[in-house]
């Protein structure tokens, strides 16, 4: 079955934007770990406006599932934070400054020897590499020669066009069809395959039908966002049920 780490940065913003400790992005990791999740994802960026860079040094103290930390490895304070706490996976996303959400992949081509040169440190701490790419066969083929592990499919496009396509018709079709091409390639060039950004409850079910050799889909935004109308618990447990 296909996994399901749930990014709790949300659970930071809020916290954030009021001081203090509530919610306790601490305890929402135990929480999502005890509601059935297989993985905690954070991603925390440069100036921490959600998860801080200690959020990841205390939850490490206490997860028992997948740790997956996803960041931009051209920050040297992210490398060190990644090599201090040692998770399950890094994941690495080409994010720039102030970027409010991840919305590109890699250029796997343009970048091949810097990705080669990083994905080996992390490699030889014993962290398992996924690096971020668009539904583009080049790219993954690109991603193969750098020596990552995984790749993690960027699903933004996806899920807008799935969105506006009618439940009838070739609409939804169409918005998968670049997404199982780069996953069989990336399947035949034995890479593992994760997915993430904007899958929620109405695309997920769909796409993992589309590639059933999917390892791992990391949902952050609509999952938290879900969970303010159904509780936090009912939530991890209903996006569980569309990987089944």
Not at 120 to 133: L, T
Not at 196 to 203: C, F, R, T, W, Y
Not at 212 to 227: F, K, M, N, Q, T
Request: with cysteine.
């Amino acid at each position: 079955m296909t996994k399901l780490s749930v990014n709790i940065n949300k659970m930071a913003t809020l916290r954030n934007s009021r001081g203090g400790n509530n919610p306790d992005v601490v305890k929402a990791a135990m929480d999502v770990q005890r509601f059935g999740a297989d993985g905690v994802t954070v991603h925390p960026r440069p100036d921490e406006r959600h998860i801080r860079y200690n959020d990841v040094r205390e939850i490490k103290k206490i997860i028992t599932t997948e740790f997956n930390i996803e960041g931009n490895c051209t920050e040297q304070k992210f490398i060190d934070l990644v090599l201090e706490t040692k998770p399950d996976q890094v994941t690495l996303v080409p994010d720039t400054h102030g970027q409010i959400t991840s919305d590109h992949g890699w250029d796997t081509i343009q970048n091949k020897d810097y990705l080669k040169d990083i994905i080996a440190v992390f490699k030889k701490a014993g962290i398992r590499v996924s690096i971020f790419v668009d539904p583009d066969v080049k790219m993954v083929e690109g991603a193969a020669a750098t020596g990552t592990d995984r790749i993690e499919l960027y699903t933004e496009g996806y899920a807008k066009q799935y969105a506006m396509a009618p439940s009838t018709g070739s609409g939804r079709q169409q918005a998968i069809e670049p997404y199982i091409a780069a996953a069989k390639k990336a399947n035949q060039l034995g890479l593992g395959l994760n997915a993430g950004h904007d899958l929620d409850l109405q695309n997920l079910k769909y796409f993992k039908q589309n590639i059933p050799w999917l390892d791992e889909v990391s949902i952050g935004h609509a999952l938290i966002c879900d969970a303010i109308y159904l509780g936090f618990e009912n939530a991890v447990q209903l996006y569980r049920r569309q990987l089944m």
